[in-house]
Every structure is written in structure tokens, then in C-alpha cells.
């Protein structure tokens, strides 16, 4: 599998996303806002990641499934 930069970069803000949903909703803790305020710069943060997620659904169409499978 050819991996592409673009991909990864958009993997890994959407798993920021997830983990700062998880601890919002386990903990009440908000890691964006903790590290940088609510300002101008989380904004931002928060954008690129919702833009990354929307990216990543196109990955389910580029998922190759081995046509030899043993299972």
C-alpha cells in the first residue's frame, strides 16, 4: 500500500479529534482549549481537524480488501 504524507496528516488530526472527544466526554477536560485557550488558534484546530475527518471518509473508498483471504 502506497502510503500518501497528506493521508497520515489528516490520520493523525482526526485521532487528536478522538482523543480530545474522549476526554471531553470522559473527563470533562477540553485539551485543545487547555493547551492553547479558546481563541483564534483553537479555531483553527478545531477546523482542520472536522476538514481532516471529512477527508478520511474518502479513505474507504481507496481500502483494498486481499481477494486471497484465509480466514
Known amino acids: 500500500m502506497n502510503t500518501k504524507p497528506f493521508d ?19 473527563f470533562n477536560f477540553n485539551l485543545v482549549e487547555a493547551i492553547f485557550g479558546f481563541n483564534w488558534v483553537a479555531r483553527v484546530i478545531y477546523a482542520l481537524v472536522g476538514l481532516a475527518g471529512l477527508y478520511c471518509i474518502s479513505l474507504f473508498g481507496r481500502i483494498r480488501i486481499p481477494a486471497d483471504r484465509n480466514n
Open 8 to 26: 497520515v496528516i489528516c490520520l493523525i488530526l482526526v485521532i487528536i479529534g478522538a482523543v480530545n472527544w474522549g476526554l471531553i466526554g470522559f
